[in-house]
């Protein structure tokens, strides 16, 4: 079993909050959770600033400089969630991690290093993409992770 969490640990890179940018639908996302916080957003949905401009929320989050900013903005509930997000929330994660490790060999290589293990992610606070404090969550980011494994060694 390979548990994950904090960026900077070996296995970091595989967070979702880690610094590996990649294209996706055209544009260009710092870190997957940038790309997963802005499609909970419908592609019309529009913020209005203080200023009075207004730009598409996807845009709002994909340009935040930080990944803990992203998320933040994603998490606004004065904001219109898209309808189907609890339908499609994992395919988007998918379709980011995809992404991901396609676009960077090198993490690809480290990915497969994992062998068979089970992979972990270890967040202490979340028990749906993580284990959660006490392992009894669902881990679906580190399920995917394995399914985006899984598929690189079939093409590799």
């Known amino acids: 079993m390979i548990k994950f969490w904090r960026t900077l640990e070996e296995h970091g890179f595989m967070n979702t909050v880690s610094g590996f940018g990649f294209e996706l639908d055209g544009c260009y996302w710092p870190?997957?959770?940038?790309?997963?916080?802005?499609?909970?957003?419908?592609?019309?949905?529009?913020?209005?600033?203080?200023?009075?401009?207004?730009?598409?929320?996807?845009?709002?989050?994909?340009?935040?400089p930080t990944a803990k900013m992203a998320a933040i903005e994603g998490r606004r509930r004065d904001l219109p969630l898209r309808p189907d997000w609890e339908a499609v929330q994992e395919e988007v994660m998918l379709r980011a991690l995809r992404a991901?490790?396609?676009?960077?060999?090198?993490?690809?290589?480290?990915?497969?290093?994992?062998?068979?293990?089970?992979?972990?992610?270890?967040?202490?606070?979340?028990?749906?993409?993580?284990?959660?404090?006490d392992g009894s969550g669902a881990n679906r980011l580190g399920i995917l992770l394995m399914r985006v494994r899984d598929e690189l060694r079939q093409k590799s």
Not at 38 to 56: L, Q, V
């Open 31 to 64: 870190t997957v959770e940038h790309y997963y916080q802005a499609n909970k957003f419908a592609e019309d949905a529009t913020i209005t600033y203080a200023s009075g401009r207004t730009i598409p929320i996807r845009e709002h989050i994909r340009c935040q």
């Open 100 to 133: 991901k490790f396609a676009q960077h060999p090198d993490l690809a290589e480290r990915l497969l290093a994992t062998g068979e293990d089970e992979l972990v992610y270890a967040s202490p606070e979340d028990y749906f993409w993580g284990a959660g404090q």
